[in-house]
């Protein structure tokens, strides 16, 4: 078996993916935190200058939807097929434009009043696109998941992502979406995951003080 190792700050963030797909394979990794007094040096060991990393053996894998693309690969977490295995990509990078509008605004915004006027459009805007499009798309494939009729890497991650939005940017925000209010609290319960989420202790909050420090 593989030595993994995922190397993040002490939060959810971009690894909070990851550490549930390990839980669901039942697969051990070392969770290697690096503290913010330790980010600049470590940094410049890093191949671009940011973190998550996976370590495989020693060997480094960046990029969050990379990593867990890889181990939705390893551990059999991929849809049926190649189409069913590329839905699941749509699926995670149509949502991460979501979320990285939530990270600018959230940690890399320093305008307040830019930052009050980007969240108002988040809401108001980007998150009804979105959550009407992913509504429909779980409406359509029925069952517990969003492609096909197993659990996929992508449901992990997309799941992970509604519960960031809902923790901290406004807790009724599915309240109009029954399908994937249900379908993120069916993944986010499962025995696996549960446990995980139970025991880790890990916030959303903290990454702006492992920024830049
Ligand atoms: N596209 C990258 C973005 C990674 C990223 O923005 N990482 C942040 C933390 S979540 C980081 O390393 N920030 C510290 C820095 O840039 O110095 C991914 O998805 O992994």
Excluded: H
């Amino acid at each position: 078996m593989a030595q993994y190792k995922i190397i993040y700050f002490g939060i959810k963030g971009r690894a909070e993916a990851f550490r549930m797909i390990f839980s669901v394979a039942d697969v051990k990794y070392e969770d290697v935190i690096i503290k913010s007094g330790d980010w600049p040096a470590y940094k410049q060991s890093t191949p671009w200058g940011q973190l998550p990393l996976l370590e495989v053996d020693r060997k480094q894998l960046a990029q969050s939807s990379t990593i867990c693309r890889y181990l939705g690969r390893q551990f059999n977490l991929c849809g049926e097929n190649p189409w069913e295995s590329a839905k699941c990509d749509e699926y995670v990078d149509a949502t991460n434009d979501l979320i990285e509008e939530w990270v600018g605004f959230t940690f890399l915004e320093t305008d307040e009043a830019k930052k009050a006027e980007r969240k108002a459009k988040f809401i108001a805007t980007l998150i009804p696109n979105c959550f009407s499009k992913l509504e429909s798309i779980k409406e359509k494939n029925g069952g517990d998941f969003l492609v096909g009729k197993k659990l996929t890497w992508a449901d992990i991650n997309v799941a992970d992502k509604l519960q960031i939005i809902e923790d901290d940017v406004d807790p009724t925000v599915l309240e109009g979406y029954p399908n994937l209010k249900k379908f993120k609290n069916a993944v986010l319960s499962l025995p696996k995951i549960k446990a995980y989420v139970e025991k880790s202790g890990y916030s959303y909050k903290g990454l702006e003080n492992n920024l830049g420090e």
